[in-house]
């Protein structure tokens, strides 16, 4: 037998980091230590990992040290910071930050599209994708895989947890104060009840409304996360020239994405096709019977691992183009889950 | 000076009915008589317009004599069997519902982009389309005057009075039991509080969630609201051939609809051309900063008249397309407002 490798859980604290505790009790024990790490505003802080208790220490030089893999669940920045370090100090870094994303020397990873592409890592750290990337991304992949993919259009209805545990806090308090007042649709009445709650991380209210907007301001008038979602999608499939058309906008769910995706291919399409190759594809459920109400939501889908795939239909102009609705927990395969994955994938080259 | 024209409004107690009335009081006074219609079970009920009590009549072949112009603000199934009654009684009908959309023999018109269709109406009747469609047809149409519009890809984000009052009243209630419990972002929690509100006539919660689906089942698995943009747009622009790809999904909003457009077009077009066009389109509103959280949301748009239009970008893949976010109150221009446009210009009629 050889050793199970350490693990360093660096965020264990965030959105993020709390179903990652969650996922590293359920999945099967590939890890030694599991070690938790957080700011050092955190540290001393108790929580529970595979059913133990576990103390939360602050991210260091030190801390960082005797670590085979550590999952980075932080904010880029501190991401940019300590991911090199960890390396340094012997870890392989698997980071859910936009840090490293569009790196070269970087690989990005959908263990169910691009597994391989995690064995080459010349910086020692492995990324993964965008929550919203991630969202329709098992499901594209396997429709390219037999159609060929040539053109995205993307509309995103990001759930608020996107934004971590602050954005949470503040539609929470949102609703609470909408929903004591009278809840008119007079302009003013959402505002002002908003108003008293404040925005939290967002530029408008999200109780009883939707943002078009995720991310940061780029160049032309796209949102970062706009712009991600292309260049991610790009680089995980191998299709540096892929057209992609993104809008991302926020909605007032709780946990779970959903996207629509108008998906052209080279291949002339068909929905039983499609259907057949979505029921059968990992990490991927199809749930398409509307005339019976059957089609995901952000409700059925929050909490599970896979993407749900529904409104399956051929464009009525166009027989090479698909339209989808496609569902997945940002917290789960959108961050958690698949970085776990491919953290899980690295354990195994340690017992080889 | 000629007689002013009598009007009624059938449905006058319904979402779009009470929006109506409102708009009637605020516009100038083009009507001598306005006759309040619905049915028996309204009978007796009393609702202000143009600052006077006003007494609500069932609607039949007696209340429906002596009128010039009715509105009808009814389910599509009592359109169907009573605008033909009121026209054979010397009415022209305005019709909002989706009983004549689609009949070749009535103009579907919106007063911005095509006033012209609404002055040959063989059936006496003219349609006002559905409000998703209304959402968009003022910016859209004022674009493809320049560049010539070849495709639209649309997701929509849609306000729960679409369905109507009871849609509001159970978004409503959902709301204020899901404000009630804890929120938790477990899969139960959400299902469990709304199913105690009741799903209303929605088929999957929407307090905290977002629904896929708008309309009736069609065809190959498409919803009648997908099918009715689609086929509304090609009417209204006289673009028979149009490519037009739509996915429905309903919002926790109670009023104003957003949707996402990517647009293509014969020609070439750039983001400063299409700034100057919305700037200056009537009904169209431009608001498109976003580094300063300059973007149009239903909260800002709820209980104003034009369509807002922000995030407006050129697509990074294709010269030829643009992508826009457009958000309108779904009770005035996409219902009562438009209806209300088309009226007043038959009115004019009577005056000449
Ligand atoms: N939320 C999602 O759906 C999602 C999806 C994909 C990717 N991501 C990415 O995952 C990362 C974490 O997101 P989140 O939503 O979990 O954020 P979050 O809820 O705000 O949590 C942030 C975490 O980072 C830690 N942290 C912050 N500053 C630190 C520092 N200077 N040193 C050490 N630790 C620090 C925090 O520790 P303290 O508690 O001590 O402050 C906390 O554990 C982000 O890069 C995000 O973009 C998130
Ligand atoms: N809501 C929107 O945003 C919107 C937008 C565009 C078009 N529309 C269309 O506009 C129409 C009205 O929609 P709504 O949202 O206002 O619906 P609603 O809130 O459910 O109101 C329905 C109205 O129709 C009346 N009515 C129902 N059955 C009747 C009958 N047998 N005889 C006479 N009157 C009857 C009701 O009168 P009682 O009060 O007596 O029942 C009420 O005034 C529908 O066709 C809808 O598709 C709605």
Redesign the interface.
Known sequence: MTRKPALAVVGATGAVGAVMLEILSQHENVWGEIRLLASPRSAGRVLAVRGEECEVLALGEETLGGVDVALFLVPAEVSARWAPVAVARGAVVVDSSAAFRLDPEVPLVVPEVNPHAARIRPRGIVASPHDTTLAMIPAVGALHAEFGLR?L?V?S?QAV?GEGRDA?AAL?SQ??L???TE?G???GD??RA?GEAGLGPF???LA??????AGV?AD????SEELGL?DETRRILDLP?????A?C?R?????AH?L?V?ARFEREVT?ERAHEILATSPGVVLY?D??S?G??????V???DPTWV?????????PC?L?L?VCGDNLRKGAALNSAQIAEAIAAEFSR
Chains 1, 2 share one sequence.
């Open positions: 053109e259009v509309s209805y947890s949470v929470r609703l609470s909408v929903a004591g809840l649709s007079t302009p959402v505002r908003v530029a408008a209210p009883l409304n939707v943002m078009p907007w301001p032309d008038g796209w949102s292309r020239a892929l057209r992609v058309a809008t906008v909605v007032p769910v709780l946990t959903s629509t108008h929905v398409d509307p005339a109400g089609f995901p939501t952000p409700a059925d929050v909490g599970t529904g409104r399956v239909r051929r464009a009525l102009d166009d183009a339209e609705f």
